[in-house]
């Protein structure tokens, strides 16, 4: 007796369809959808010879239990979603090793880690226990192929690594952003991350000077000497207003330094030991840098040489110092982090000092005549001052003949 009964959309065998059919030799239930077939359902076919289960939704059939069918010379298996739990798979290759002749696709029985999504795990006939890694949730343990485990492995390495790359890239960019710009601007030219409205660059282009320096009279050595020349005659160049080689003598201290501010693009402080207890400790000089720089912060630069205690700097000057640029003298990288606060300017160099300056109606001769140093020195190393400063006895002549200061 044969029956068939493929394809026709069973879904489960509860044990008593079969058990008056004991003379039944072939059947087919491939191509269904079985997802459960009783323990009992075949126990009474004791003729049966050819059973195909192939193409069917089954889970967890023992199918150990077909040793109870003595005649059996013909089974099907494959294309079921068995289970990839690693008790039952093991039992599953032990029957399979002893019938392996009977089943007619034992090289194409597979178990499925996910029914969802039909994820194949390895073929029961490559099935070794060791490879049972895989916790399932109910706390078995599951297969997980080796070999495809392997063919991930390197991709899944190779993008963990350009994951932890691309973090510490972005972490070392935000960490070292200052330093990094400025390595662009010196470079390329280019200003990341900085930007001007239109109306401020409209008012810098109506401004006489790139820079206004202030500084103590103490410290006019280093700022003629070495700051000055670097800017004035670099590349490029700017133009320059400097405290006391351009200012009138006569004029009052305060009302000079709120015009030099407003015709300058950029206020640069020489911040020392000598500015500190010297000019800004003057009430005059203070309120006036106080006056004019409320509204243009981002527009100051300090310029810090030596040394400063803490204990020296004010609210004010402490406030002004964390939201400004801050330069150190003995910086390697002094000219281009100083180039990069520093406006962009597009003129020729063979421009004259004395072209520009609309404060000194009466500077000294011999500080107009003074030579540019030929050459710039290096920035010395952090917390010393240049060598000019530190002996004062070595400066030319005319270069230690300084102009009063207004409040002398």
């Keep these: 007796m044969i029956l068939h009964l493929e394809n026709n959309h069973i879904k489960e065998l509860l044990g008593f369809e079969l058990a008056t059919l004991e003379s039944l030799h072939e059947l087919y239930l491939q191509g269904n959808m079985i997802h459960f077939i009783d323990n009992r359902t075949f126990l009474e076919l004791k003729q049966l010879r050819v059973l195909r289960l192939d193409e069917n939704r089954l889970f967890s059939f023992e199918v150990w239990q077909l040793s109870l069918n003595p005649y059996l010379v013909e089974i099907g298996l494959s294309y079921n979603h068995w289970s990839c739990e690693c008790n039952y798979f093991n039992r599953y290759k032990n029957w399979l090793k002893q019938n392996y002749a009977k089943v007619i696709d034992g090289s194409r029985i597979n178990c499925v880690i996910n029914n969802a999504t039909n994820l194949l795990g390895p073929r029961l006939s490559d099935f070794n226990s060791s490879r049972c890694v895989f916790a399932l949730p109910d ?111 006569s004029a009052y201290v305060a009302d000079t330094i709120i015009e030099a501010v407003e015709s300058s693009r950029r206020t640069i402080i020489v911040l020392s030991k000598n500015f500190l207890h010297n000019e800004w400790c003057r009430f005059e000089f203070k309120s006036a840098l106080h006056e004019v720089l409320k509204d243009r912060r981002k527009r100051l630069i300090f310029i810090v040489t030596g040394e400063l205690p803490q204990r020296d700097l004010d609210p004010d000057l402490r406030l002004y110092l964390k939201t400004n640029t801050v330069i150190d003298w003995g910086d390697r990288q002094f000219w281009q982090k100083l180039q990069f606060a520093m406006p962009d300017v597009r003129r020729s160099c063979m421009h004259q000092r004395s072209s520009v300056n609309i404060y000194a109606t009466a500077t000294p001769s011999h500080l107009m005549d003074r030579s540019r140093s030929p050459g710039l020195p290096p920035p010395p190393p952090p917390g010393k001052l240049p060598p000019f400063l530190q002996h004062s006895s070595s400066l030319p002549r005319d270069s230690r003949t300084m102009p009063h200061p207004l409040w002398a």
């Design 139 to 249: 706390g078995n343990h599951a297969i997980v192929e080796q070999q495809v485990m392997n063919d991930y492995l390197p991709l899944l390495l190779g993008t963990m690594c350009a994951f932890i790359a691309s973090v510490v890239i972005v972490c070392g960019g935000f960490y070292y952003r200052r330093e990094l710009r400025v390595w662009i601007y010196s470079r390329c030219g280019l200003r990341m991350c900085y930007k001007t409205t239109a109306f401020e660059e409209q008012q810098d282009k109506d401004r006489l000077f790139d820079a206004y320096i202030s500084y103590s009279v103490k410290d006019e050595a280093f700022v003629t000497q070495a700051l000055a020349p670097g800017l004035e005659g670099g590349d490029p160049c700017y133009r320059l207003c400097l405290h006391y080689r351009d200012f009138n003598v």
